[in-house]
T-cell receptor, first 116, second 113 residues
Framework: AQKITQTQPGMFVQEKEAVTLDCTYD???????LFWYKQPSSGEMIFLIY??????QNATEGRYSLNFQKARKSANLVISASQLGDSAMYFC?????????????FGSGTRLSIRP | EAGVTQSPTHLIKTRGQQVTLRCSPI?????VYWYQQALGLGLQFLLW???????NRGNFPPRFSGRQFPNYSSELNVNALELEDSALYLC????????????FGAGSRLTVL
């Protein structure tokens, strides 16, 4: 069964510092996709970044990058130069395979708080 | 382009009642996912519909059900409401090609008294 683990329930980071949010996953399917979403206090889920299991390079989107270590089954999110607006819940998610029964599951999340 | 729309945004029910939540996906998206997010917790996968068919469901009792209509909009029905059903119900849509990035609606917050 597929599984997503986020071991950091909460983190405090000083503004302008870089931050790494951890995510490990477990799957036996060689084909999968990994996602990171941000959920501010308002509740909406905002897509940040995607990494496919066959992608050769780590995904980057502006200040967000995904440190994909396939052998370790980790997909950590790195936020460079953190800003106060980055304070939110962050969820890692995985889609296992591309079959008609594939579903997307989420980790338990990490609450990131940026200190001024 | 209109995003994923959900209705109602808030509702209060009492134990034993039934509720129907609605979701309209982004135009061109054929897949609709439903998730339950209890207060302060993560997202629990409920249901996935694509092209009008239920493709997968999470570990929830049968009183959680739904359907997808020919225009790809979807309903989530919850019968015999229990206190622990109080949560934010999030709907998301995606295409079935490529990365299948989910675009979420703002959610329906259900309170069961």
């Amino acid at each position: 069964a597929q599984k997503i683990t986020q071991t950091q329930p909460g983190m405090f980071v000083q503004e302008k510092e870089a931050v790494t949010l951890d995510c490990t996953y477990d799957t036996s399917d060689p084909s999968y996709g990994l996602f990171w979403y941000k959920q501010p206090s308002s509740g909406e889920m905002i897509f940040l970044i995607y990494q496919g299991s066959y992608d050769q390079q780590n995904a980057t989107e502006g200040r967000y990058s995904l440190n994909f270590q396939k052998a370790r089954k980790s997909a950590n999110l790195v936020i460079s130069a953190s800003q106060l607006g980055d304070s939110a819940m962050y969820f890692c998610a995985m889609r296992e395979g591309y079959s008609s029964a594939s579903k997307i599951i989420f980790g338990s999340g990490t609450r990131l708080s940026i200190r001024p | 382009e209109a995003g994923v729309t959900q209705s109602p945004t808030h509702l209060i029910k009492t134990r034993g009642q039934q509720v129907t939540l609605r979701c309209s996906p982004i135009s061109g998206h054929t897949s609709v996912y439903w998730y339950q997010q209890a207060l302060g917790l993560g997202l629990q996968f409920l249901l996935w519909y694509d092209e009008g068919e239920e493709r997968n469901r999470g570990n929830f009792p049968p009183r959680f059900s739904g359907r997808q209509f020919p225009n790809y909009s979807s309903e989530l029905n919850v019968n015999a409401l229990e206190l622990e059903d109080s949560a934010l119900y999030l709907c998301a849509s995606s295409t079935t090609a490529g990365a299948n990035v989910l675009t979420f609606g703002a959610g329906s917050r259900l309170t069961v008294l």
